[in-house]
Protein backbone atom coordinates (compact mmCIF):
# COMPACT_ATOMS: atom_id res chain seq x y z
CA UNK A 1 0.00 0.00 0.00
CA UNK A 2 1.08 2.87 -0.75
CA UNK A 3 1.17 6.58 0.51
CA UNK A 4 0.28 9.79 -0.99
CA UNK A 5 3.35 11.80 -1.42
CA UNK A 6 1.16 15.04 -0.05
CA UNK A 7 0.16 12.85 2.79
CA UNK A 8 3.32 12.01 3.79
CA UNK A 9 5.02 15.86 3.55
CA UNK A 10 1.80 16.82 5.57
CA UNK A 11 2.99 13.79 8.36
CA UNK A 12 6.78 14.69 7.68
CA UNK A 13 5.47 18.71 8.74
CA UNK A 14 3.02 17.83 12.09
CA UNK A 15 6.03 16.08 13.19
CA UNK A 16 8.73 19.19 12.45
CA UNK A 17 6.30 20.99 14.12
CA UNK A 18 5.69 18.65 17.25
CA UNK A 19 9.46 18.66 17.31
CA UNK A 20 10.02 22.20 17.00
CA UNK A 21 7.29 22.69 20.31
CA UNK A 22 8.94 20.03 22.38
CA UNK A 23 12.29 21.90 22.09
CA UNK A 24 10.68 24.70 23.17
CA UNK A 25 9.11 24.14 26.42
CA UNK A 26 12.13 21.40 27.47
CA UNK A 27 15.20 23.12 26.39
CA UNK A 28 17.79 23.82 29.01
CA UNK A 29 18.17 27.48 30.23
CA UNK A 30 20.63 28.86 32.43
CA UNK A 31 19.52 30.97 35.71
CA UNK A 32 22.05 33.09 37.51
CA UNK A 33 21.84 33.23 41.40
CA UNK A 34 24.35 34.76 44.76
CA UNK A 35 26.34 32.34 46.08
CA UNK A 36 29.11 33.50 49.17
CA UNK A 37 32.06 32.85 47.83
CA UNK A 38 34.50 29.75 49.51
CA UNK A 39 36.48 31.94 51.40
CA UNK A 40 33.44 34.06 53.03
CA UNK A 41 32.90 33.64 57.21
CA UNK A 42 31.10 36.35 58.33
CA UNK A 43 29.71 36.96 61.99
CA UNK A 44 26.17 37.87 62.58
CA UNK A 45 25.70 41.92 62.50
CA UNK A 46 28.25 42.19 59.68
CA UNK A 47 27.96 43.96 56.27
CA UNK A 48 27.48 42.06 52.98
CA UNK A 49 30.25 43.20 50.61
CA UNK A 50 30.65 43.16 46.88
CA UNK A 51 33.61 41.19 46.89
CA UNK A 52 31.80 38.97 49.25
CA UNK A 53 29.58 37.19 46.52
CA UNK A 54 29.95 35.76 42.84
CA UNK A 55 27.20 34.18 40.41
CA UNK A 56 26.00 30.69 40.70
CA UNK A 57 24.21 29.56 37.29
CA UNK A 58 22.11 26.69 37.14
CA UNK A 59 21.11 25.20 33.72
CA UNK A 60 17.38 24.34 34.28
CA UNK A 61 14.97 22.40 32.60
CA UNK A 62 12.35 24.51 29.97
CA UNK A 63 9.36 24.36 32.37
CA UNK A 64 11.02 26.78 34.85
CA UNK A 65 11.17 29.08 32.01
CA UNK A 66 7.48 30.63 32.57
CA UNK A 67 7.91 31.53 36.83
CA UNK A 68 9.71 34.64 37.98
CA UNK A 69 11.29 32.38 40.62
CA UNK A 70 12.48 29.25 39.48
CA UNK A 71 13.80 27.42 42.86
CA UNK A 72 12.19 29.11 45.60
CA UNK A 73 14.46 30.82 48.37
CA UNK A 74 17.62 31.83 46.08
CA UNK A 75 18.39 34.98 45.36
CA UNK A 76 18.69 35.94 41.56
CA UNK A 77 22.11 37.68 40.72
CA UNK A 78 20.18 40.63 39.24
CA UNK A 79 19.58 41.62 42.92
CA UNK A 80 22.84 41.62 44.09
CA UNK A 81 23.45 45.41 43.87
CA UNK A 82 20.36 46.14 45.96
CA UNK A 83 21.92 43.64 48.89
CA UNK A 84 25.15 45.54 49.27
CA UNK A 85 25.63 46.76 53.24
CA UNK A 86 23.14 44.70 54.20
CA UNK A 87 24.46 43.03 57.73
CA UNK A 88 24.08 39.30 58.14
CA UNK A 89 21.45 37.72 60.92
CA UNK A 90 23.58 34.79 61.36
CA UNK A 91 27.06 33.93 61.44
CA UNK A 92 27.56 32.43 57.50
CA UNK A 93 30.36 30.42 55.68
CA UNK A 94 30.91 30.62 52.36
CA UNK A 95 30.69 28.32 49.06
CA UNK A 96 27.32 27.99 49.11
CA UNK A 97 24.09 30.03 48.11
CA UNK A 98 23.35 33.18 49.87
CA UNK A 99 19.31 32.97 51.10
CA UNK A 100 17.10 35.42 52.37
CA UNK A 101 17.05 34.39 55.89
CA UNK A 102 20.77 34.92 56.18
CA UNK A 103 20.11 39.06 55.47
CA UNK A 104 18.26 41.54 58.13
CA UNK A 105 15.80 42.72 55.10
CA UNK A 106 13.71 45.01 57.72
CA UNK A 107 10.92 43.65 57.10
CA UNK A 108 9.01 46.25 59.38
CA UNK A 109 5.67 45.30 58.43
CA UNK A 110 6.25 41.43 59.29
CA UNK A 111 7.51 42.59 62.56
CA UNK A 112 3.95 44.23 63.27
CA UNK A 113 2.30 41.91 62.23
CA UNK A 114 3.94 39.36 64.22
CA UNK A 115 2.82 41.28 67.20
CA UNK A 116 -0.59 40.91 67.68
CA UNK A 117 -3.41 43.03 68.85
CA UNK A 118 -1.84 42.23 72.76
CA UNK A 119 1.40 42.93 72.24
CA UNK A 120 3.56 45.57 71.56
CA UNK A 121 7.52 46.31 70.69
CA UNK A 122 9.78 47.92 72.96
CA UNK A 123 13.34 48.76 71.97
CA UNK A 124 15.60 48.81 74.76
CA UNK A 125 19.31 50.52 74.94
CA UNK A 126 22.10 47.83 75.45
CA UNK A 127 26.00 47.59 74.52
CA UNK A 128 28.41 44.51 74.20
CA UNK A 129 29.41 45.05 77.93
CA UNK A 130 26.27 45.40 80.03
CA UNK A 131 24.14 43.41 76.88
CA UNK A 132 24.73 40.41 75.23
CA UNK A 133 27.35 39.17 72.45
CA UNK A 134 26.89 41.70 69.21
CA UNK A 135 25.98 39.00 66.76
CA UNK A 136 22.63 38.25 68.34
CA UNK A 137 20.32 38.81 65.70
CA UNK A 138 16.33 38.69 65.91
CA UNK A 139 14.30 35.59 66.23
CA UNK A 140 16.35 35.07 69.07
CA UNK A 141 15.54 34.81 72.89
CA UNK A 142 16.71 36.62 75.80
CA UNK A 143 16.30 36.38 80.11
CA UNK A 144 15.76 40.15 81.13
CA UNK A 145 17.71 40.61 84.90
CA UNK A 146 16.78 43.25 86.74
CA UNK A 147 18.70 44.58 89.70
CA UNK A 148 17.34 47.59 92.32
CA UNK A 149 17.76 49.55 95.42
CA UNK A 150 15.28 50.26 98.53
CA UNK A 151 15.43 51.07 102.11
CA UNK A 152 16.19 46.92 102.33
CA UNK A 153 19.40 47.11 100.07
CA UNK A 154 19.96 45.86 96.96
CA UNK A 155 18.18 43.27 95.08
CA UNK A 156 18.44 41.47 91.98
CA UNK A 157 16.87 38.45 89.82
CA UNK A 158 14.93 37.18 87.16
CA UNK A 159 12.18 40.17 85.48
CA UNK A 160 11.50 38.66 82.38
CA UNK A 161 12.29 34.97 80.38
CA UNK A 162 12.19 34.06 76.79
CA UNK A 163 11.33 37.05 75.33
CA UNK A 164 11.16 37.20 71.79
CA UNK A 165 13.61 39.48 69.65
CA UNK A 166 12.23 41.53 66.90
CA UNK A 167 14.95 43.94 65.45
CA UNK A 168 18.35 44.82 66.35
CA UNK A 169 19.96 48.04 65.92
CA UNK A 170 24.01 47.85 65.34
CA UNK A 171 26.55 50.20 64.45
CA UNK A 172 29.70 49.75 63.02
CA UNK A 173 32.94 50.33 64.65
CA UNK A 174 35.82 49.77 61.42
CA UNK A 175 34.81 46.54 60.88
CA UNK A 176 33.48 45.14 63.81
CA UNK A 177 29.53 45.33 64.92
CA UNK A 178 28.89 47.23 68.31
CA UNK A 179 25.65 46.39 69.53
CA UNK A 180 23.28 49.70 70.73
CA UNK A 181 19.71 48.28 71.39
CA UNK A 182 17.38 45.46 70.73
CA UNK A 183 13.65 45.63 69.94
CA UNK A 184 11.68 42.87 72.54
CA UNK A 185 7.89 41.89 71.87
CA UNK A 186 6.17 42.12 75.05
CA UNK A 187 2.55 42.41 76.50
CA UNK A 188 1.37 45.88 77.79
CA UNK A 189 1.91 44.53 81.50
CA UNK A 190 5.36 43.25 80.86
CA UNK A 191 6.00 46.95 79.02
CA UNK A 192 5.33 48.75 81.79
CA UNK A 193 7.60 46.44 84.24
CA UNK A 194 10.14 46.92 82.01
CA UNK A 195 9.91 50.58 81.73
CA UNK A 196 9.72 50.87 85.57
CA UNK A 197 13.19 48.46 85.44
CA UNK A 198 14.71 50.85 83.32
CA UNK A 199 13.70 54.32 84.98
CA UNK A 200 14.55 52.81 88.91
CA UNK A 201 17.12 49.93 88.46
CA UNK A 202 19.66 48.76 85.94
CA UNK A 203 18.79 45.56 83.39
CA UNK A 204 20.70 43.18 81.91
CA UNK A 205 20.75 40.94 79.17
CA UNK A 206 21.41 36.84 79.03
CA UNK A 207 20.92 34.94 75.51
CA UNK A 208 17.98 31.75 76.07
CA UNK A 209 19.17 28.67 75.64
CA UNK A 210 18.19 27.15 72.31
CA UNK A 211 16.46 24.20 74.46
CA UNK A 212 14.54 26.51 76.84
CA UNK A 213 10.95 25.42 76.10
CA UNK A 214 9.61 27.85 78.79
CA UNK A 215 7.00 30.29 77.87
CA UNK A 216 7.85 34.09 77.59
CA UNK A 217 6.45 36.08 80.38
CA UNK A 218 7.52 37.26 83.45
CA UNK A 219 10.07 35.36 85.79
CA UNK A 220 9.92 35.73 88.91
CA UNK A 221 6.94 37.47 90.29
CA UNK A 222 7.77 38.28 93.86
CA UNK A 223 10.96 39.72 92.17
CA UNK A 224 8.87 41.77 89.30
CA UNK A 225 6.22 43.14 92.28
CA UNK A 226 8.62 44.35 94.70
CA UNK A 227 10.43 45.86 91.95
CA UNK A 228 7.43 47.78 90.98
CA UNK A 229 7.29 49.29 95.00
CA UNK A 230 10.72 50.87 94.67
CA UNK A 231 10.82 54.71 94.04
CA UNK A 232 14.00 55.09 94.38
CA UNK A 233 16.60 55.25 91.48
CA UNK A 234 19.45 53.46 92.03
CA UNK A 235 22.98 55.48 92.68
CA UNK A 236 21.04 58.67 92.55
CA UNK A 237 21.91 59.34 96.09
CA UNK A 238 25.28 59.14 95.88
CA UNK A 239 25.51 61.30 92.82
CA UNK A 240 23.51 64.12 95.06
CA UNK A 241 26.17 63.35 97.95
CA UNK A 242 28.80 63.15 95.87
Not at 22 to 50: C, F, M, N, W
Not at 202 to 228: P, T
Request: aromatic share 4%; glycine share 10%.
Amino acid sequence: MSVHPLRLLALLLLATCIGIGAYTILKPHDVTYIQLRPTVEKESGQLLEAKDMEPLTLALEGLFQTTSDPIPGLIPWTEAQDLIGLPFSRQVKGGRPLLPSDLELGNQKGNEASLGDKRTGMSIPVDNVAGVSPHISAGERVHVYASFEDEAGAHSGLLLQNMPILAVQREMEGDQPKLQAVTLSLTREEAVLLTHALHYGKIRLGLAAVMDDHKAGIGDASFAAELMKTKKRRGLEKEEQG
